[in-house]
């Protein structure tokens, strides 16, 4: 059966003219068959050419990259050679001015020692003084107080005396004052 240019089955019978059409059609898939293997065999030829360009590339790199490491390794192992020695040098000038701080420390704190010593002895000497003081001055303060206790006990006695005076005196005074209102009484 025979399709029309719609893709549609057509109800008539094929003819020759288009068996030679889809002869025609088989043979330009056929040649585009081949361009596409002709295309494929191209992209497998650059597929294998970039291999090629990366493996030389991945070589190149590894051996760049060996070189690198090997100089860095180098670098490094006269960087750490020459750190040690600056350590090395710092070490013995730090242990130097250790050394001339600790001196220095020591002297001072003989100094602090001795002035602590002096400072101890001062206060030692000033507690000795102000004991003494202190005692020379309780016992002034003791003997003060008796001489005031004295004083004040000396003037309950006299005041008990001058009061027992004044009560055997006041008696008489009334008897006085009594005698002199009688003897004022009287007519002259």
Do not use: C, Y
Not at 84 to 98: I, M, T, V, Y
Not at 121 to 132: F, I, N, R
Not at 163 to 176: C, F, P, Q, T
């Amino acid at each position: 059966m025979a399709k029309d240019m719609t893709g549609q089955n057509e109800n008539r019978p094929a003819t020759q003219n288009d068996v030679r059409l889809l002869k025609h059609d088989v043979l330009l898939v056929k040649n585009d068959v081949l361009l596409v293997k002709n295309d494929v065999l191209l992209v497998k030829n650059d597929v294998l050419a970039v291999r090629s360009e990366l493996r030389d590339s991945v070589t190149g790199l590894r051996k760049e990259l060996h070189d690198s490491a090997a100089d860095l390794r180098k670098e490094l192992h006269d960087s750490a050679a020459d750190l040690r020695a600056e350590l090395h040098d710092s070490a013995a000038g730090l242990r130097s001015e250790f050394r001339e701080s600790t001196a220095e420390l020591r002297n001072d704190n003989r100094k602090v020692m001795l002035a602590i010593a002096q400072v101890v002895g001062a206060l030692a000497e000033m507690k000795e003084s102000t004991k003494t003081e202190i005692r020379e001055l309780r016992s002034e303060m003791h003997t003060r107080m008796d001489g005031f206790a004295g004083s004040l006990n000396d003037f309950r006695r006299q005041w008990a005396f001058q009061s027992d005076a004044l009560m055997l005196h006041e008696g008489r005074l009334d008897d006085h004052e009594r005698r002199l209102g009688k003897i004022e009484s009287r007519p002259q």
